[in-house]
Each structure stands twice: as structure tokens, then as C-alpha cells.
């Protein structure tokens, strides 16, 4: 009966997406390495299962597991990891699938040269083998393009759509798959002779696949995150993306009406993963050289913000705190390596200046991480300016955190 193949892809979807679950909430112990491998193992599988393996459903129409359960759900974890690791940590795995269907290739067609096989009753399908690393780089490349817009259109929709947290997941997974869809089939179609009827049960099966996940995940950031009713995207986080104060017009960097919103998002996501959060205060000396030349002060204060930003990754962000104090965001950077940071930083502004025969500001550095100094605004804050001030006590270019540097 029918019931049994519903009831069996349910089960698929409820595994699957429950063990990924599981393996994505142990990245704290074990890494997030362990989520891409298993990832990357089940790829293979994906393409196959889509090209080969058809659940025959209602009105003539069938449903690949490899497209609505392991496709579905490969998006969905890129979306997750995404609202808990940020844009630098979700494609990581779409590279590495990317070269390694490149390689698969590349060994297939080796393979295909003329050799002589040991006589043996199984031998393998090479042909096979290639066609299925051809649509394996195909799909991860339509996954590679996805990536550039996945992430933007689920702030589109927060940004419009406020806390309908399953909702923005649902629509832009959708819309995701749509594209997807409209772009992968053609080769399952022509390169594999898959029927249409396993194009539109795909698609329908995607859409309460999705629906599903969206669901999971937001029962997930809710109570296994605990990241509350919005786990990293706020709307107040929405506003400072929309607002015509992003960023500071003297410096480039962002503005200081952005500074008490980032940090609080970033130290909820810090207390939530158990990844430390650095707070780097720079208070600068610019009231001298303000009063003799107000140019010369402007530019030095954005060769600071310059300095600074060459250093980052992504993910980090420098904000104006003050009229003479700059603030980097840095999360997952642990305190020690805070002060690399901080003195490559140092040699960058010295370096800087000297090229442009300008004069550089003293300038002082504070270090605080999560969570050995705080999980809140109020305590990093106060142990970063209590260490900003001892730096600036101690003289021109010094650092100071737990330790001096």
C-alpha cells in the first residue's frame, strides 16, 4: 500500500534529520567536523538515491529520497549552521563537496584509460562511476550558486516577516529547493531518463520536507540553543542591516548605534555554543592632534579602522564605541590569540603611517573574552575599559587582558 511508502519517508526525514541534529549540538565537544564528514558521506548517496530510487506516490507520481529527505536536509543544516556559526562556517562543507566531486571526476576518467583488472566476478562500473560524479559536481555547483543567496533572502524575509522564525525558514528553504529543482532535474531528465512525474513529486515532497525541518529547527534553537523566541537574526538586528546609521561616516566603520545590539546578539550566540567571545577596546589620543589639525586626526582614525579590518575574519566587526574608541567584535577568538591580533594590528598602523609620512596617535588596547570575564554587556564591558585603562596608564601601545602582552 501507498501508506507504507508515506510512512517510510517520514521515518527517513525523522532519522536523518534527528542523528544531524544530534552530531550538530555535539560540535561543542567534538567539533563541527564531525557534521560535514557525515555531510560529505552521504552525498554520494544523495545524487544516486535521486537517479535511481523512486518512491511511487499518487497520481502517477514519485519521490526520490535522495532529493526530498537527504537534499532537503543538506540545505536545511547549511541554514542552521549558518544562524548559530555565521556565513564563514556555513559553506565550508559546499567547498570541500565541490572538490572533492572535482576529484571524483578526475579519478574516474583515470580510471577510464585502457589497464588490465584482475580477474575477479564483481568488477566495478566505471561508467557508472563517472556519471554519477558528473551530477554530483553538477549538484553541488547549483549548491555553491545557492550559497550566495540562501543566507540574504532568510534576513530578507526576518527583516520583513519579524518573529515568524519558522516561517522565514520555510520560504526561503522553498524557494531554495524551487531553484534547485528547476535547475537539477534537466539532468536527471535527460542524462538519466528520470519521468516528470518524479520531477513534480519531488517538488510537492519538498515542500512538506522543508516544512518539517523548519520545524525541527526552530523546536532546536529554541530549547536545545536556547536562544529564545529569536535565536541570532533579532528584528533590532534587522534594523541595524536597514537602518541609515549602519556605519560611521568618518571612519567606515560601524556605527556606534550598532554597538550595543551586536554585542548583546554576539554574547547570547557566545553563552548559547559555549564558543568564547573576544571584546578588543582601542581608546585612542586624537584631542592634540584634533586641535592642530582636524584632518590629519580624521585620518589617523581611519587608519585605525583600516588597521583593524585587514586583520578580520568573517564574522568580526569593528565598531566606533566613542568619539576616541574603537571597538573589535571578535567572535570565536580566544583570548590568548587576541594579542597576535592586537600586535599585528600594532605593526599595521605603525607600518601605515610611516609609508604616509603621517603622525600616529597614542593609543591603548583592552582585551575581554567570554566567558572567564563575563557573560554579559555590563561585565566584558567593565573588564575591557578597567583593562583599557591600565594599558593607556602604562603608556603608548600597550595591551592588556588577563595577562599583559
Request: aromatic share 12%; proline share 4%.
Amino acid at each position: 500500500m501507498l501508506i507504507n511508502n508515506f510512512v517510510l519517508l517520514f521515518a527517513d526525514m525523522a532519522v536523518y534529520f534527528g542523528l544531524m541534529l544530534a552530531l550538530f549540538r555535539a560540535r561543542r565537544f567534538i567539533g563541527i567536523g564531525g557534521l560535514f564528514c557525515a555531510l560529505g558521506t552521504l552525498h554520494f548517496i544523495t545524487a544516486y538515491l535521486g537517479s535511481s530510487f523512486f518512491f511511487q506516490m499518487p497520481f502517477g507520481l514519485g519521490v526520490s529520497p535522495g532529493g526530498v529527505v537527504l537534499y532537503s536536509g543538506f540545505i536545511s543544516l547549511l541554514l542552521l549552521t549558518y544562524l548559530c556559526e555565521g556565513t564563514f562556517v556555513a559553506r565550508q562543507p559546499v567547498y570541500g563537496l565541490l572538490l572533492g566531486s572535482f576529484l571524483l571526476m578526475m579519478v574516474g576518467a583515470i580510471l577510464g584509460f585502457d589497464h588490465t583488472r584482475l580477474p575477479y566476478n564483481r568488477p566495478a562500473d566505471i561508467t557508472f562511476l563517472n556519471q554519477m560524479a558528473a551530477l554530483m559536481l553538477w549538484g553541488t555547483l547549483l549548491v555553491f550558486l545557492e550559497c550566495t543567496f540562501v543566507f540574504r533572502l532568510f534576513n530578507w524575509f526576518m527583516a520583513r516577516l519579524g518573529e515568524r522564525l519558522w516561517l522565514c525558514l520555510w520560504l526561503t528553504l522553498i524557494l531554495t529547493c524551487t531553484f534547485d529543482q528547476i535547475l537539477f532535474f534537466p539532468a536527471l531528465y535527460y542524462g538519466f531518463d528520470v519521468p516528470l512525474g518524479v520531477g513534480i513529486g519531488n517538488w510537492l515532497g519538498k515542500l512538506g520536507a522543508t516544512a518539517f525541518y523548519a520545524g525541527l529547527m526552530v523546536f532546536y534553537l529554541r530549547h536545545m540553543e536556547r536562544l529564545g523566541e529569536a535565536p541570532v537574526f533579532t528584528p533590532e538586528r534587522m534594523r541595524i542591516t536597514k537602518g541609515t546609521v549602519r556605519y560611521d561616516p568618518e571612519t567606515g566603520a560601524f556605527h556606534r548605534s550598532c554597538f550595543s545590539l551586536l554585542l548583546q546578539d554576539l554574547l547570547s550566540v557566545s553563552v548559547a555554543t559555549g564558543r568564547p567571545l573576544t571584546l578588543l577596546l582601542i581608546t585612542i589620543d586624537l584631542e592634540k592632534l584634533r586641535t592642530a589639525d582636524p584632518a590629519a586626526a580624521g585620518a589617523a582614525l581611519r587608519r585605525m579602522v583600516e588597521a583593524a579590518n585587514e586583520g578580520l575574519r568573517a564574522g568580526d566587526y569593528v565598531v566606533r564605541a566613542d568619539t576616541n574608541m574603537l571597538a573589535v567584535l571578535a567572535p570565536g577568538l580566544p583570548h590568548r590569540a587576541a594579542f597576535q591580533v592586537a600586535a599585528m594590528m600594532r605593526q599595521r598602523i605603525d607600518g601605515s603611517a610611516s609609508l604616509q609620512d603621517a603622525p600616529v596617535p597614542t593609543y591603548a588596547v583592552g582585551i575581554a573574552t567570554t566567558p572567564s570575564d563575563g557573560e554579559s554587556v555590563q561585565r566584558l564591558l567593565s573588564a575591557a575599559e578597567r583593562r583599557v585603562y591600565a594599558a593607556r596608564a602604562q603608556g603608548a601601545g600597550r595591551v592588556v587582558g588577563a595577562f599583559e602582552g
